[in-house]
């Protein structure tokens, strides 16, 4: 991760093994990564079995996606 942090002081924003920019939306993404699709209950799934198990970062991702998702209903509900 040093190396990593490193770059990114000098403005190197890329893959460090290819250089290639890293994708700035979903669209580029699938492109970056082939094959990989979206599964948010299966995200959700194992994320839940990690917080089990004592993952601190797995339990904040839920939280976090949790307030998303409420951010989200009261905006398409106030509409």
Known sequence: KGCDYAAQKRGMFDCPFC?????????????????????????VQLMSEAAELGSIKALF??????????????????T
């Open 19 to 43: 250089r290639t920019p890293y994708p700035d939306n979903d669209a580029d993404a699938q492109q970056f990564f082939p094959g990989l699709q979206k599964d948010m209950q299966k995200a």
């Open 61 to 78: 991702n839920l939280g976090y996606a949790s307030g998303l998702n409420r951010t989200r209903e009261r905006l398409l509900c106030s």
